[in-house]
């Protein structure tokens, strides 16, 4: 180990040891038997004092009854001293899958809403805007409608200039051909 960096020595050669299944079933086990003979005596009677059939019960119950009440015992710091009476704090149940209830109305989420408002609303819009009845619909129109004429007159004035170019081609070549004739 080196003194100047604060942790201790890995344990990199030795042989690892593996804990089998049993054991630690058995381990949790005694755990949980120790759990209950101080909750007995907690309670004013002692182990041996107490209720036979509690104690037969409690070595042939099932793991799930006996997970279930060690959750509840189990509290961080001194929570199972002080009574907390907390209107915000809602504790946690797990449903099982038969008891949800999918055919009921679901609840959005705040978020959900507000995307759902707001595709209904541009929906709403694009439908006014396609009747021409919103302010952009009423300016583009207005504008389509300047950009229209402006091009028929163009148009007018090409027809026009083109017309003009052609009188005045033929009456240049009626020109030309009567100083030929002469």
Do not use: F
Not at 4 to 24: F, L, M, N, V, W
Not at 136 to 160: H, T
């Amino acid at each position: 180990t080196a003194p100047c960096s604060g942790r201790k020595g890995g344990h990199k050669g030795r042989a690892r040891q593996y804990t089998s299944p049993e054991e630690i079933d058995a381990q949790l086990q005694a755990e949980k038997q120790k759990a209950r003979e101080e909750e007995e005596q907690e309670e004013g009677g002692d182990g041996a004092a107490g209720d036979p059939k509690k104690e037969k019960k409690s070595l042939d119950s099932d793991e799930s009854e006996d997970e279930d009440d060690d959750y509840q015992q189990k509290r961080k710091g001194v929570e199972g001293l002080i009574d907390i009476e907390n209107p915000n704090r809602v504790a946690q149940t797990t449903k099982k899958v038969t008891q949800l209830d999918l055919d009921g109305p679901k609840e959005l989420s705040r978020r959900e809403r507000e995307e759902i408002e707001k595709q209904k609303a541009k929906e709403r819009y694009m439908k006014m805007h396609l009747a021409g009845k919103t302010e952009q619909a009423k300016a583009d129109l207005a504008r389509l409608a300047i950009i229209r004429k402006q091009r028929e007159e163009a148009a007018r004035k090409k027809e026009e200039e083109r017309k003009a170019k052609d009188d005045a081609t033929l009456s240049g070549k009626r020109m030309q051909s009567l100083s030929l004739n002469k």
